[in-house]
Each structure stands twice: as C-alpha cells, then as structure tokens.
T-cell receptor
C-alpha cells in the first residue's frame, strides 16, 4: 500500500458546485497533515493545515479521520480559479524531515 | 517575512553536461532545506534534505548531489546529466519537523 494515496481525477465540476477529495495514508501514527494546491508548471502552495478537530477557511474545509486514516478537503461554491491539482501531504513519524506527498487530484471547474 | 529564491526558472541542457541549481532563503535562520523533483505527470520525489550547514541526507541514489555551503543556501548539482534527469525541480524550506513546507518557484529542466 502506498504511503499517501489520492484519486487522480480529473474531477470536472460546474461553477458553484461542491466537491470533495479524500486522501488515505498508511501510517496510523502520522501526526501532521496538509493540503497544497499546485497550478500547472508552478510550485505547490500551502492551502491549509489539517487539524484533528477539523478546520475551515472560507469555502474550504479540511477534516481528519484517524480511525479510517484519511483526510478530506471540501470546496464549496467552486470558482473557475479553483481549477488546479490538490496535493495531500502527510508527515509520518520516523520519517525524519521527509514529508510524503500524494500524487494529487486534478480539479477542473467549468463555466 | 521569509522568502525563498530559486533560479533559473527554465534550463535546457545537453546530455552529459553539468548542472548547478541554486536556492536561497531569506528572513529566517537555520532552516531545513529540501530538493524535490517532479517528473511530468508524476508526484513529488524528495531528493535531498539538509538540517544544517554541510549536513546532507540523500533519499534517492542517483547522479545528483547537493551541498549546503551556507546556512540559507542549498545547491543541487550533477557532473553529467542524463535524459532521465529532466523534470521540475523544487527547493523548499521548513522551520522544523511537522511544520509547513514552503517552495521556491521551481526550475523546469529539460535534458536533450
């Protein structure tokens, strides 16, 4: 089983739709989790950290389910500018300073 | 505020030529520094990381090397590039374990 797995998509949704991505991780002792956004040929940029209690930033909500070992990202009222690849990042214990990146989920928001 | 600079943005090199990519961080001291590579259509692969001057950890054996001659400078090198070295190279930094990772703008390397 891969350490961090994401559905590659693409997810094609109309503007205004709600879309959710999941990301599963294999190490149950992992302690820090993040979602990054990457535009084509650009560097990944931090979207939000994922906390145990769940957290929200505007239209974006991130949640952690430790029992099932997955994190989720919910985007409400999708905008055209949300089109990008969303990367799930996990820092398992014992990995030193190496963060594990998923391969990303591609989102395309259409007019 | 902290900033990370990486250059060049684009590089086209012939097979067998040397490589030197440089990355510098401003606004922080003793950062943890990383080099990642992203091949076309693939995920991010950690190549090297450094927790201090002269300290380099290699994650993947290959014909690349890294050096950290100064606290906020990280260099990725190769003596002879291979076709398979083509990809998007990203420098990044964090303040410590479990902290957020911040990336430079990346270098698109094409080896022909």
């Amino acid at each position: 089983r891969k350490e961090v797995e994401q559905d590659p998509g693409p997810f094609n949704v109309p503007e205004g739709a709600t879309v959710a991505f999941n990301c599963t991780y294999s190490n149950s002792a992992s302690q820090s989790f993040f979602w990054y956004r990457q535009d084509c040929r650009k560097e990944p940029k931090l979207l939000m950290s994922v906390y145990s209690s769940g957290n929200e930033d505007g239209r974006f909500t991130a949640q952690l389910n430790r029992a099932s070992q997955y994190i989720s990202l919910l985007i409400r009222d999708s905008k055209l500018s949300d089109s990008a690849t969303y990367l799930c990042v996990v820092n398992p214990p014992g990995s030193g300073y190496a963060l594990n990146f998923g391969k990303g989920t591609s989102l395309l928001v259409t007019p | 505020s902290q900033t990370i600079h990486q250059w060049p943005a684009t590089l086209v090199q012939p097979v067998g030529s040397p490589l030197s990519l440089e990355c510098t961080v401003e606004g922080t001291s003793n950062p943890n520094l990383y080099w990642y590579r992203q091949a076309a259509g693939r995920g991010l692969q950690l190549l090297f990381y450094s927790v201090g001057i002269g300290q380099i950890s290699s994650e993947v054996p290959q014909n690349l090397s890294a050096s950290r001659p100064q606290d906020r400078q990280f260099i990725l090198s190769s003596k002879k590039l291979l076709l398979s070295d083509s990809g998007f190279y990203l420098c990044a930094w964090t303040g410590g374990i479990n902290e957020k990772l911040f990336f430079g703008s990346g270098t698109q390397l094409s080896v022909l």
